[in-house]
């Protein structure tokens, strides 16, 4: 009977085993048909993602997947790159953590809101508060001459200042400890 038992929880350790790598592979092969597609607009080679995403992982209470497909839906908004793609990254972490919810629900209202800024930070404005009338002027004045990044900088500005650094102190106290073998 206990030989039963030890084979019935070795087949769900594998079983659960497989799935888990079913569900990573699933994550990096979506990072890389989302990178083929946009040509890589992104600026970042597939390791350096792999190494930002590792980073993540380490200091928040996200999984790998969960960051590399937040990283697939900011790709796919196309003209987040570089520093932007960054801070896009970690700052929806840190709205996932502020939320509770998940990184590819954050980076979708992140990227929508970087991506239009004028439009896309309505929905930002439910969850973190009005922005003021000269933070919305300096978004609408940056966009009307052109300077996107400004107008990214202002909405950055009001993230970062209201949730900047919830998703890395989730990951502290008991859960921290427990947890800093992952």
Avoid: C
């Avoid at 937040?70 to 960054?86: D, M, N, P, R, Y």
């Avoid at 000269?134 to 500005?157: H, L, M, Y």
């Amino acid at each position: 009977f206990s030989a039963l038992v030890a084979t019935a929880g070795l087949t769900q350790l594998v079983t659960e085993a497989v799935k888990a790598a079913s569900i990573a592979e699933q994550s990096s092969n979506r990072l890389d048909a989302v990178l083929r597609a946009t040509g890589n607009t992104v600026g970042f080679t597939r390791d350096q993602l792999d190494s930002m995403a590792d980073s993540l992982v380490r200091a928040t209470t996200f999984d790998d997947e969960g960051i590399r497909d937040a990283q697939s839906t900011l790709i796919k908004f196309g003209g987040l790159h570089g520093e932007v793609f960054e801070r896009a990254l970690k700052v929806s972490a840190d709205y996932a953590a502020f939320t509770g919810g998940e990184m590819t629900e954050a980076a979708q209202l992140i990227g929508k809101a970087l991506a239009d800024p004028i439009r896309g930070v309505t929905a930002l404005e439910r969850q973190l508060g009005t922005l003021t009338a000269a933070q919305k002027e300096q978004i609408e004045t940056a966009i009307a001459a052109g300077k996107t990044a400004e107008a990214q900088a202002v909405i950055f500005e009001k993230l970062e200042s209201a949730i900047g650094g919830t998703a890395g102190r989730m990951n502290t106290g008991i859960y921290g400890a427990t947890t800093a073998a992952k």
